[in-house]
């Protein structure tokens, strides 16, 4: 009987070690603290993901650039306000970002992207059994409409650009 319960006690411990090793294999390639870089295509997929690489740098000139004229005549009302296109609060607990662009079809001159952004933190983990259930991670869904311009592809409805910086 002891020896029953000898492998049983082993056979859970062999079965929590396997947990553990894993977990650790997941955290050593979370894509945490990742640059994004921009894209020399000018496909519509390719102007939604260099606008978001300009927006996480800080860049305006270059985001704006990437924005048709009906946005830009709206951002420079809403700056008169105090609002501007990249958002000046800070994130020090952002270490990464990834960012997944899917253009789901251009008709017509109009494309539409669908983007996912995933955002990685350090933030700390709350205690008790919920901290297992955090991954430090947040996941944003956008779909982005664009039009073709003078032969450029131009962002139509940006989304949260505040959410992004």
Known sequence: MIKGIDRFLATILAVILLIVVVAVVLVWRSPA???LEYSADSEPDNVVHNYIVAITKGDEER????????VLADIEEREEDGY???SPRTRPNRTGIRVVVDLQGIEEGLATVNVDITYF???PAPIG???IFDNNRWTSTHIVRLRQMDGEWKI????DYYMIS
């Open 33 to 35: 603290g990742t640059e």
């Open 129 to 131: 059994l919920f901290a």
């Open 63 to 70: 985001a704006k650039s990437y924005l048709s004229p009906e």
């Open 156 to 159: 139509v409805n940006p989304f």
């Open 84 to 86: 501007g296109l990249i």
């Open 121 to 123: 933190h350090s933030d």
